[in-house]
């Protein structure tokens, strides 16, 4: 059984990817490497180079290796930036995503796990975010990622043979290997880690939030988790079990950016007080998710601590700092 991934050569693909090899499933990857690493994919993987935009690429790729799903991961993951850039983000998102789904239409590929986002709700009016929670994206990246879940729907609909489940992902951190870290120059922990291996200050984006401590507060899971949960439902996906829509990977819990801080200052040995800047567009106050359903099905865990978390993504950044 192989399964193809789509931005398997990025900071969570990649261990999506490494995940499935770890239960016997066989990856295959394709990228175009606007963000990804040709060398965080193995050796022994089938990798090719391309945009999930060009259909024939996507529909060669699947037949070629007998793809039996799809977890697509490829686009444009930055909200700040898409409120900037929003055709860009519609283009790599949207139109990425029909022509993946033309592709998996044409070979006869009905399997497909979604890499949906928080984003989807935008700034909740509620303290722990579930499924049912409404659903009112704030940015154009977390509007891509509604549509995106639409499609996935609307292809269900015309299609008797089609399972789908959207992962909602929150913030994804950590490191489950030290040859696999996060080079994103838009996310929280590479942002810090650059800047202390810089010698420069770190900032926090907005320090007058409506929250205990003025910041951002977030629900960080680590990145072997969310992975361990992919592959839990391209299996059941595989093997006819029903799942919902879809999920939240969220710890139930929250921690702000400045008790992130805290935590690296900690784990680093580094001290440092961080510059309080302004907010980020596009980025909402609080957001925390009950990951009860993803547990019941998809084999949800928080398996790891937030100064695991640190500590495997501070490990893996010094890996790579020479």
């Given at each position: 059984?192989?399964?193809?991934?789509?931005?398997?050569?990025g900071?969570?693909?990649?261990?999506v990817?490494?995940?499935f090899?770890?239960?016997g499933?066989?990856?295959?990857?394709i990228?175009?490497?606007?963000?990804?690493?040709?060398?965080?994919?193995p050796?022994d993987?089938?990798?090719?180079?391309g945009?999930v935009?060009?259909?024939?690429?996507?529909?060669?790729?699947?037949?070629?290796?007998?793809?039996?799903?799809?977890?697509?991961?490829a686009g444009f993951?930055y909200?700040?930036?898409?409120?900037?850039?929003p055709?860009?983000t519609y283009?790599?998102?949207?139109?990425?995503?029909?022509?993946?789904?033309?592709?998996?239409?044409?070979?006869?590929?009905h399997h497909?796990?979604f890499?949906?986002?928080?984003?989807v709700?935008?700034?909740p009016?509620v303290d722990?975010?579930?499924?049912?929670?409404?659903?009112?994206?704030?940015?154009?990246?977390?509007q891509t990622?509604?549509?995106?879940?639409?499609?996935?729907?609307?292809?269900?609909?015309?299609?008797?043979d089609?399972?789908?489940t959207n992962?909602?992902?929150?913030?994804?951190v950590g490191s489950g290997?030290?040859?696999?870290?996060?080079?994103s120059p838009?996310n929280l922990?590479p942002?810090?880690?650059?800047?202390?291996?810089?010698?420069?200050t770190?900032?926090?984006?907005?320090?007058?939030?409506?929250?205990?401590d003025?910041t951002?507060?977030?629900?960080?899971?680590?990145?072997?988790?969310?992975?361990?949960?992919?592959?839990a439902?391209?299996q059941?996906?595989?093997?006819?079990r029903?799942?919902?829509?879809a999920?939240?990977?969220g710890?139930?819990?929250?921690?702000s950016?400045?008790?992130?801080?805290?935590?690296?200052?900690?784990?680093?040995?580094?001290?440092?007080t961080?510059e309080v800047?302004a907010?980020?567009?596009g980025?909402?106050a609080?957001?925390?998710?009950?990951?009860?359903?993803?547990?019941?099905?998809l084999?949800?865990?928080?398996?790891?601590?937030?100064?695991?978390?640190?500590?495997?993504?501070?490990?893996?950044?010094?890996?790579?700092?020479a």
């Amino acid at each position: 059984m192989s399964w193809l991934v789509t931005g398997g050569a990025g900071y969570i693909g990649a261990h999506v990817v490494q995940a499935f090899r770890e239960v016997g499933i066989t990856p295959v990857v394709i990228d175009d490497l606007s963000s990804g690493h040709e060398g965080f994919v193995p050796d022994d993987v089938a990798f090719v180079r391309g945009s999930v935009l060009d259909t024939d690429l996507v529909a060669s790729t699947l037949r070629d290796n007998g793809c039996e799903g799809v977890v697509h991961l490829a686009g444009f993951k930055y909200a700040g930036v898409s409120v900037r850039e929003p055709l860009h983000t519609y283009d790599q998102n949207i139109t990425g995503t029909v022509s993946l789904l033309r592709a998996m239409q044409q070979v006869g590929v009905h399997h497909y796990v979604f890499s949906s986002s928080a984003s989807v709700y935008g700034t909740p009016d509620v303290d722990l975010v579930t499924e049912d929670t409404a659903l009112r994206p704030e940015s154009p990246y977390g509007q891509t990622k509604l549509i995106g879940e639409w499609l996935a729907a609307d292809m269900a609909a015309v299609d008797p043979d089609w399972r789908h489940t959207n992962l909602r992902y929150f913030n994804v951190v950590g490191s489950g290997t030290d040859a696999l870290y996060d080079t994103s120059p838009h996310n929280l922990f590479p942002i810090v880690f650059d800047a202390l291996l810089a010698g420069r200050t770190p900032k926090i984006f907005g320090g007058d939030y409506p929250t205990p401590d003025g910041t951002c507060v977030r629900d960080y899971v680590h990145v072997a988790d969310l992975a361990t949960s992919h592959v839990a439902a391209a299996q059941a996906l595989a093997q006819g079990r029903p799942l919902s829509p879809a999920y939240n990977l969220g710890s139930g819990e929250g921690s702000s950016v400045a008790q992130i801080m805290s935590a690296i200052r900690e784990v680093t040995g580094i001290d440092f007080t961080p510059e309080v800047a302004a907010r980020r567009p596009g980025d909402p106050a609080r957001i925390v998710a009950d990951g009860h359903l993803a547990a019941r099905d998809l084999d949800w865990e928080m398996r790891h601590s937030l100064r695991d978390m640190v500590a495997s993504a501070w490990a893996a950044r010094q890996a790579h700092s020479a």
